[in-house]
Structures are given as C-alpha cells and as structure tokens.
C-alpha cells in the first residue's frame, strides 16, 4: 500500500520519460545564460556607453519604455527647450528608424561627429520644436549638482547590483534543478528563474551588445510562461483543480503570441499581451489560494504560505519598480531624480529574487514554520511604514496650507519640520498598535498561548485534577508551538505527553517566579518540517512558564490535601461502622 506522502511524492517526481528532453534543454541554456551574466562587468558598462551616454553627453535623458525623452540634464539643455515625453523625429537632418539597423536615435546621437547636435521633436500636443545642443560633460555635472551622489557613484552602485541579482537567480535555479529528479514543481521553477536570470541587466546587455536583442524579451516571455504553470502545479505536481490543466496550454499559447506580436507583424499590441499576461499570473494565484483555503494545517500549508508571501513582496517591489520609474520621468530636482535612481537600483533586482526566496524556501522546506513570524514582521514594518509616510505628508501639507491661506506665502522649512516631529512622536503608540494587529492576523496560536492560557490555568487550578490540567495545557502549548508532541516532567519523570514524537529537545523549567522553586519542566518535540520551535514560541512559553508552575503547585497541594482529608474520612467511617469491644480488648484499645 502507498502512504498520501508518497502519492504526493511520487505525484511531483520530474523523473520519466521528459527527464531527457529537460536536461537536454536545460543545460545549454544554463551555460547560456550564466556565460551572458558573467559578462555582465564588460557589457553593461559598454551597454550604458551604447545606450545612454550619448544622450546625457549633450544634455538629455532617455526613457527606452516610451521611446521618449525624459528631463533635460542641466540648464542648458532645459533652455533649448528639450521637455519631458516628447518624440525625436531628427537627429541633424537624419529621421530614426528604431527597426532599421543603425538607425535608433542612440545610434544616430552616437554617431554625430563634432560638438554640435540640431535635434528636432515632437511633443504630446504635436508642436514641432527644433534645439541647438552642445556636447560636454558639463551637463551631468549641472543635472547632479544639487545631488547628494554623483552620476559615477550611482553607476558604481547599480552595476554591482544588476550583476548580483543575476549571479542569485542562476543559484536559484541550480538549487531547483537539484531536486528536478524527483520534483516536477522544481523542474518547471528552475527552467522559469534561469530564463528569467537571462532577461536580468546582466545578461541583457551581454546580448545587446552582440547583435541580439530578442533573446531577453523571449527568455522574459517563455520564463513568465514556466512560472505561472509552476504555481499552477504548486506544491505537489498536480494541478488544482484538475480542470485547471487546461490553462497550461492556454499560458503557452500565449507567450507564443506574445513573442510574435513582438517581433512579428501581429494587429494586437504589446499592451494587450501584457494585459493578458497580468490575468494569467492573478489567476494562477487564485487558484493556488484556493488551494491553500482546502488544505487542513499541514506542511502544504505552510509551503504555500511561503511561496504566497514571496510573491506578495515581489509584486509590492514590482508596483515600487514601476511608480519610481514614474517618478524619475518627470523628476526635475536633481537630489529627488538621484534618491530614486537609487531606489530603482536596489528594488529592481529585489522583485523577482523575492519572489524566487519564497518558492526556494517552499520547495527546499527550509523553516516552514517561521512563515508566520516573517510574514507578521513584513507586514507590520510595511505598515508603519506606509502610516508614518502618511502623517509626515498630511502634516506638511495641512501646514502648508496653513501657511498660505493665512501668511500668503509658503512656511519654507516648518512644514517639513513639523511633519517630521509628528512623525517621530507617534513612532512608538503607532508601533505599539501595528505590531499587536500584525501578532492578532499572523501570530494567532502565540497570542492565545500568551493571553489566554495564563487565564485558562488560573481557573481550572481550582476545580480541575491534575491529569485535565495537564491535558489542556499540553493540547494548548502543542497548538501555539506548532510542536508535534509536548509533555510535562516532574521530578525527572514524564507523568504527562500529547504526541508521538519520540525526541523532546526543547526544555522550559516550569519555575514559581516569587518564590524561585521549580516544580517541573515543559518537553517540546520538533514542528512537523523537523525544525525547533521558533524564538517567539520560545518566548511565549517562557512567558506562561510561571502560571503553569503554579497551578500545577496549587492542584498538587490541592490534590494532596483532598487525599489526606479522603483517607481521615475513610479512617474515621472505619472507626464508626467497626463493632464495640468489651472486657480486655476494650481496655487495650482505651490505653
């Protein structure tokens, strides 16, 4: 007979008669995308000069998402007139083709001899504007000169981190295709992260600049195609419900359309595969949160917990990716458009590696168990982030405002002072509540074995025998620990055990803290992924370690006390049932 753990193991086995065919991809593509990353310190500085240099040499930004100029560098640029989203139509008399070899405006920038550029443009309204350039490096040192970092320094920081970030998704996805033997879910994940890993900056730049660009947009498709079945499948290999099979086919026709509307002559448009890509991703989602609302506390759960966090950090870090992008379009404030580069250089690589931590942890079974205690901090960090963020802005602009209808000028620094002063006094109260509402939705068995234990002893002390005591204090314990046995110990020997873990590490000294006597010990075995309990379960039961010791004190006493006054009673009921003596006996009794 096969036990479930074994259908689900052998559900998820990658091995069969693909096992082949997938080493057979997967290995040229790793040597492919691990060459192209590790390229990444020669390429992406020649990809920054091919690219982006020639623009900011004579006062201009690029928004390669639009294809559009962003805030001029410098005063001299912004007094030519050089705007924010407008189109270039001329480079010195030549047109751009962006689908003609040599012919992109970078290209055409780049290939401008001497010192001088007549650049005509378009902008959103249509007006046709003509601007007289000079090349120099004086314009980045305009653009950065109310900057707290300079233009190189950002460079010295981005590059590093793009790199990185691609150096970590290969590792996750060799951590995956180690166990693709015997788990399709990593198979389908390892193939997604390491296509993923060859659309990062690294690898793009490599590609770009051998002459081949489409390969990262196909690698970012066919790997966005790979994740979504992946979670489809997630945790076990089978999908969910079994009718949602269907939708493997439908995400693999869909990136097929997406590639070809991208470099085919398709009518749709690439927002609409984008579009259709979104739907996609949420509705993997769902159905893996339906998933996870079916299953009974388990180690499925708690996988899918994990992989549900990673993917809620990755897609908060993706929304952050896209508004800072957003921002720094029409950021005109040198030290407001540096910060945000700034930003954009650490959340970017953060989004997908956030997400791969998540599967990683889900599939590998790392600390499973500490999903609840991650998740709760994450989310009150975020929390009182979100609030302080709020206070200081609404603050400032009530003073602000202030200021202006009263003075009819503006408040110069007190606004931002006062704001920020608000903000440090409601630090603490706003910490105090955010943290309690994070422990009350993600900590629930360590609160109830905090609050409502001490409480639970502390009646049943008096009415209960000590066997119910220790019976309700073991299922409760075991319940907020997450442990899958527990048992107490009184003078060395275990008169109580809920579980059948056959090891109990953990000992908490079960000590009456006024009067330091200890009565006993609390034994916990591992969680069920074989881990310890963590640092707030720790915590926890050390907390209630005091009122357990007592009212098992107090029962005992209490039991010993009833046991001595039952065995008085029985003396004297003996005593009045047994028959009077007479002559000898009874003057023998009476001495």
């Known amino acids: 007979m096969v036990s479930g753990g074994q259908e689900a193991e052998e559900a998820g086995s990658g091995s069969g008669r693909f096992e082949p065919l997938f080493r057979l991809i997967w290995w040229p593509l790793f040597l492919l995308v691990t060459a192209a990353t590790l390229a990444g310190p020669y390429s992406i500085p020649r990809d920054y000069d091919a690219q982006w240099r020639p623009f900011s040499e004579f006062g201009l930004r690029w928004n390669s998402d639009t294809e559009t100029l962003g805030q001029p560098l410098g005063d ?54 003509t601007h007289q350039l000079r090349r120099g490096p004086h314009h980045l040192e305009q653009a950065y000169a109310g900057s707290p970092i300079s233009a190189s320094t950002l460079l010295w920081i981005e590059n590093p981190l793009e790199f990185l970030a691609g150096l ?52 970012k ?62 509705l993997s989602v769902a159905l893996l949160a339906g998933r996870y609302r079916r299953l009974p506390p388990s180690i499925e759960r708690q996988q899918i917990r994990w992989a549900t966090f990673g993917f809620v950090v990755g897609a908060a870090l993706a929304a952050t990716t896209a508004i800072a992008e ?44 500490d999903a609840d205690v991650v998740i709760s901090r994450s989310a009150a960090a975020a929390a009182l982030t979100l609030a302080l963020a709020a206070v200081y802005a609404a603050a400032s602009q009530t003073i602000e405002t202030l200021f ?28 105090t509540r955010i943290q309690a509402w994070a422990e009350r939705r993600f900590q629930k068995g360590v609160l109830e074995l905090r609050r409502d234990l001490p409480d639970c002893v502390g009646d049943l002390r008096e009415t209960a025998g000590l066997d119910e005591l220790l019976r309700e204090i073991l299922a409760r314990v075991r319940t ?16 109580a055990r809920d579980g059948g873990a056959a090891s ?88």
């Open 76 to 129: 001299e640029s912004r007094a030519a007139g050089v705007e924010a989203g407008r189109t270039v139509l001329a480079v010195n008399g030549r047109r751009p083709d962006a689908d003609a070899p040599g012919q992109s405006p970078s290209e055409l920038i780049a290939g401008v001899s001497g010192d001088r550029l007549t650049l005509v443009t378009s902008g959103p309204d249509g007006d046709i504007r």
């Open 221 to 282: 498709t066919i790997g966005y195609a790979a994740l979504f079945i992946g979670i489809l499948m997630f945790p076990n290999g089978q999908f969910w419900p079994r009718r949602a099979v269907w939708l493997a086919p439908v995400i693999a026709a869909w990136a097929a359309l997406a590639i070809a509307v991208k470099f085919g002559d398709l009518p749709a448009s690439e927002g609409q595969m984008n579009l259709a890509g979104g739907v996609l991703a949420l």
């Open 504 to 591: 109990l590490p953990l000992r908490v000294p079960l000590r009456i803290g006024h009067r330091g006597e200890e009565v006993g010990g609390l034994l916990l075995g591992p969680r069920p992924d074989g881990t310890s309990p963590g640092k707030d379960e720790r915590q926890a039961l050390e907390e209630v370690a005091d009122p357990i010791a007592r009212a098992i004190h107090i029962v005992r006493r209490r039991e010993e006390r009833e046991r001595a006054l039952e065995a008085r009673l029985a003396e004297l009921e003996r005593l009045v049932r047994s028959p009077p003596r007479n002559g000898p006996e009874a003057a023998a009794a009476a001495e």
């Open 168 to 219: 970590l998704g290969i590792a996750a996805a060799v951590l995956l295709y180690r166990r693709h033997g015997r788990d399709r879910v990593a198979a389908v994940l390892s193939l997604a992260f390491l296509l993923l890993s060859g659309e990062g900056n690294a690898a793009d730049a490599t590609f770009q600049l051998v002459g081949a660009p489409a390969i990262p947009f196909t690698f």
């Open 326 to 369: 957003q921002a720094m379009a029409g950021a005109d404030d040198p030290a407001t458009y540096a910060w945000l580069r700034l930003l954009l250089a650490i959340v970017l690589p953060a989004a997908p590696l956030a997400l791969a931590a998540g599967l990683l942890i889900s599939l590998l079974r790392f600390r499973l168990y």
């Open 404 to 431: 202006q209808s009263s003075f009819g000028r503006e408040g110069g620094l007190w606004p931002g002072a006062v704001g920020a002063a608000l903000a440090v006094l409601l630090v603490v109260p706003l910490s």
């Open 480 to 495: 907020g620990a997450q442990a899958t046995a527990a048992a107490v110990e009184i003078d060395g020997r275990i008169i």
